[in-house]
T-cell receptor, first 115, second 111 residues
Framework: NAGVMQNPRHLVRRRGQEARLRCSPM?????VYWYRQLPEEGLKFMVY????????ESGMPKERFSAEFPKEGPSILRIQQVVRGDSAAYFC?????????????FGSGTRLTVV | ELKVEQNPLFLSMQEGKNYTIYCNYS?????LYWYRQDPGKSLESLFV?????AVKQEGRLMASLDTKARLSTLHITAAVHDLSATYFC???????????FGKGTRLHILP
């Protein structure tokens, strides 16, 4: 079991470009969560998705950010027109159910740097 | 809104000493998680606590949960340098939803 796979591990974008972050959950996991971690801080919830559905996007900025988890393929977090303040580590987690009884497994993260 | 507070946020301690990290949360929940993060790395799951009075131990680390007090503790026994890391607690809101993280406790163990 390869665990939660995120790619790329590191991503550099110029201001105004688009960033696309990918997350493949563990085999058998259908619940995906995205978190953002600023330097020296904790993780902030962004969005919770199941296949083809956004369950909770209360942590997503209203503009420029979107997420999807299609029927086939990985979950994608998209950031349009990136700004310096978007520089952070973005972590994806997955779980087999939405109940948390089995915990959440985190991927290695994508470290986004906006220059 | 659920708030999760950890203290201390920074802790420097000598090898061989014991210490406790505290995690308080603001609303009813009986699911709490402890994670470890090394610099530049992902989060490693340490403990999943799912009921009042739950106690789990792994090596020099022991975690407990008191849902009535809305408090979890992570106790470190006879610390060793390898335990230097940032430790996060996270709480589930019992709504089959997301988990909310504390700010983390950066632990530095001096040889």
């Amino acid at each position: 079991n390869a665990g939660v796979m995120q790619n790329p591990r590191h991503l550099v974008r110029r201001r105004g470009q688009e960033a696309r972050l990918r997350c493949s959950p563990m085999k058998g996991h259908s619940h995906v969560y995205w978190y953002r971690q600023l330097p020296e801080e904790g993780l902030k919830f962004m969005v919770y998705l199941q296949k083809e559905n956004i369950i909770d996007e209360s942590g997503m900025p209203k503009e420029r950010f979107s997420a999807e988890f299609p029927k086939e393929g990985p979950s994608i977090l998209r950031i349009q027109q990136v700004v310096r303040g978007d520089s952070a580590a973005y972590f994806c987690a997955s779980s087999p159910t939405g109940t948390g009884r089995y915990g959440y497994t985190f991927g290695s993260g994508t470290r986004l740097t906006v220059v | 809104e659920l708030k999760v507070e950890q203290n201390p946020l920074f802790l420097s301690m000598q090898e061989g000493k014991n210490y406790t990290i505290y995690c308080n949360y603001s609303t009813t929940s009986d699911r709490l998680y402890w994670y470890r993060q090394d610099p530049g790395k992902s989060l490693e799951s340490l403990f999943v606590l799912l009921s009042n009075g739950a106690v789990k131990q792994e090596g020099r680390l022991m975690a407990s949960l008191d849902t009535k007090a809305r408090l979890s503790t992570l106790h470190i026994t006879a610390a060793v340098h390898d335990l230097s890391a940032t430790y996060f607690c996270a709480v589930d809101m019992n709504r089959d939803d997301k988990i909310i993280f504390g700010k983390g406790t950066r632990l530095h163990i001096l040889p």
